[in-house]
């Protein structure tokens, strides 16, 4: 199978809420897609259900190849998982992390010690490593986060929100690294308000209120709605729909 | 010009740490400064410094003509700010909150009600008047945080990263505000990672390792980038990137689907040609372009670091 994601007719109620309000969306195997909306349209609690972390109230599909309502356990140990807010242990350096994440995926001393020389070399954190992520830029935190979510080789990574707060310096590494991961056909699935980074994406897709209300690559969705960028067609698209969800 | 706050020469470390150097700014009146630059190059420190958090190690800051440190209590009720971290208690609602910070200031009763409806008529919060604020969405607290900050009719404003991880709509309203006070005079400094930010404020700063790298309007600050640059539509694939850059005199990086190349100013994107085409490149797929705010920040660090 060709598709990193794959689901359809995906909705999550939480009481008389409904979250996610059946949404259904393919991404290719090493695919950057971006997967945008507004602050409170459903986007993280999606990509819990894609994560195996929450069961959907209807619908299903498959992630990494696995059953995301059968087959949630495994999905685990198939995705990277990089949140703006989650992170790594503070007080642990990002080698004691490294080995600490690598560990909880059962992986052995050898192979985590292997592949962290691996990735320290290739996202260039040779010189950080000993140090605590407290003590670290936002940037530099950010990329020891990426690099432990890429320890056990997933073929897909979930990033939400991962450059929050970091500056256009390191955003654009940050970037690179992504795009040499897509070429190596790791899937990257990533959120972000930043819409410079959307229209770096293969495709992205738009939520609102818990809807996909579009789902394009992102120069062609600018000549829809004849914008004269990214970030006007999203505030035009949401302010026609009544603006921000609020959950009343 | 009029300038409402000077910044002279100012210096502050943390230990070992100098996290600003002889720094110096002015804030025009009535104008919406924007400060750009990375973590930890000094933005906070700076904010604080202003707001008389912390101590300076040297220099002054003259607010209206008179000296910050000498004269704080007269000038304390002048200052409204709004630090990055969010601020507000969580557990109390929202018209708790603003009666929370109207208590700090002394604004009670008449005063509060009068004043409560201003903000809510520019934020939209009214309806959530009852929530608390931890059941905000992240827009809806930035501007909660503001109107807190806002409570006791400041002339001036320090707002810290007020627009981080909030949605791009949100974003265009919390600015349409911030733009509306600028235009009832207040004078507003406000730090920010957006580009698109910047390009909507009046003047903007560009800050690193503590000092200051360049000031100026965004349009002055666009004029610093130094070379020609061109876009390719190409798929930027890494082994592209690193030819390109293999050809003397071409700086070529990734930027979105396609390329960026830098050459410099006196040069011709002719010369190249032969180059660029030897790759199996379309010579007529590249085109002149204008450096961004982003290209411009990007080019003046990298020439320092």
């Not at chain 1, 409904?18 to 991404?27: M, Q």
């Not at chain 1, 495709?203 to 004269?228: N, Q, T, W």
């Not at chain 2, 630090?83 to 002394?106: K, T, W």
Request: net charge negative; proline share 4%; charged share 25%.
């Amino acid at each position: 199978m060709n598709n990193a994601v794959e689901v359809v007719n995906l909705t999550r109620r939480f009481g008389d809420f409904t979250a996610v309000d059946n949404i259904s969306l393919t991404v290719a195997k090493g695919e950057i897609f971006g997967f945008l909306g507004a602050n409170g349209a459903g986007k993280t609690t999606a990509i819990r259900m894609l994560c195996g972390l929450l069961m959907p109230t209807s619908g299903n599909g498959r992630v990494a190849g696995c059953d995301i309502i059968k087959e949630s356990e495994r999905i685990k140990s198939r995705i990277g998982y990089m949140s703006q807010k989650f992170s790594l242990y503070g007080d642990l350096t990002g080698r004691e992390n490294m080995d600490f994440y690598g560990a909880a995926y059962g992986m052995s001393r050898k192979e985590v010690k292997q592949r962290r020389d691996e990735l320290a070399a290739r996202l260039h954190l040779e010189d950080i490593l000993d140090r605590q992520p407290v003590s670290l830029p936002i940037g530099w935190r950010q990329r020891l986060a990426l690099a432990v979510s890429l320890l056990h080789r997933p073929e897909i990574i979930f990033l939400d929100e991962p450059t929050g707060g970091v500056d256009p310096v390191f955003r654009r590494k940050f970037w690179s690294i992504l795009y040499d991961l897509a070429e190596e056909g790791v899937t990257v699935f990533v959120t972000t308000h930043y819409m410079d980074e959307a229209e770096y994406c293969g495709r992205i897709s738009i939520m609102h209120c818990g809807k996909i209300v579009e789902l394009g690559k992102p120069f062609d969705l600018i000549a829809k709605y004849k914008a004269p960028n990214l970030e006007t067609m999203f505030i035009d698209l949401i302010d026609s729909r009544g603006g921000e969800c609020a959950k009343d | 010009m009029n300038n409402a706050l000077q910044i002279n020469d100012v210096s502050r470390r943390y230990g070992s740490i100098a996290a600003l150097t002889d720094f110096s700014l002015d804030l025009p009146t009535g104008q919406i400064t924007a400060l750009v630059g990375p973590d930890g190059a000094g933005k906070t420190t700076l904010m604080r410094l202003i707001c008389n958090l912390i101590d300076m190690d040297k220099g002054e800051i003259l607010i209206g003509g008179r000296n910050m440190s000498d004269r704080f209590d007269e000038i304390k009720p002048e200052l409204g700010y709004m630090p990055q971290v969010f601020s507000l208690y969580p557990d109390l609602s929202v018209e708790e909150n603003l009666r929370f910070y109207a208590g700090i200031f002394d604004v009670y009763g008449e005063a509060f009600e009068k004043r409560a409806e201003e903000l809510y008529r520019f934020s939209n919060l009214k309806p959530f008047r009852g929530r608390r604020a931890q059941a905000l969405s992240g827009g809806m607290k930035q501007k909660l945080a503001l109107s807190c900050a806002l409570m006791h009719d400041p002339k001036f404003l320090f707002l810290d990263e007020p627009t981080t991880g909030v949605d791009p709509l949100s974003r265009r309203q919390f600015w349409e505000i911030l733009l509306n006070l600028r235009n009832e005079g207040v004078t507003i400094l406000v730090s920010t990672p957006y580009m698109d930010e910047v390009a909507r404020a009046d003047r903007a700063c560009f800050i690193f390792g503590g000092k200051k790298l360049a000031e100026g309007t965004p349009d002055e600050l666009r004029h610093l980038f130094e070379g020609r640059l061109y876009y390719l539509d190409v798929e930027p694939a890494s082994t592209l990137v690193e030819k390109l850059n293999n050809i003397e005199g071409i700086t070529a990086r990734r930027f979105g689907a396609g390329l960026h190349l830098s050459i410099d100013r006196d040069d011709d994107i002719e010369h190249y040609r032969a180059g660029i085409e030897r790759l199996g490149l379309d010579f007529n797929a590249i085109n002149p372009i204008e450096a961004d705010l982003e290209d411009c920040f990007i080019q003046l660090m990298e020439r320092l670091s």
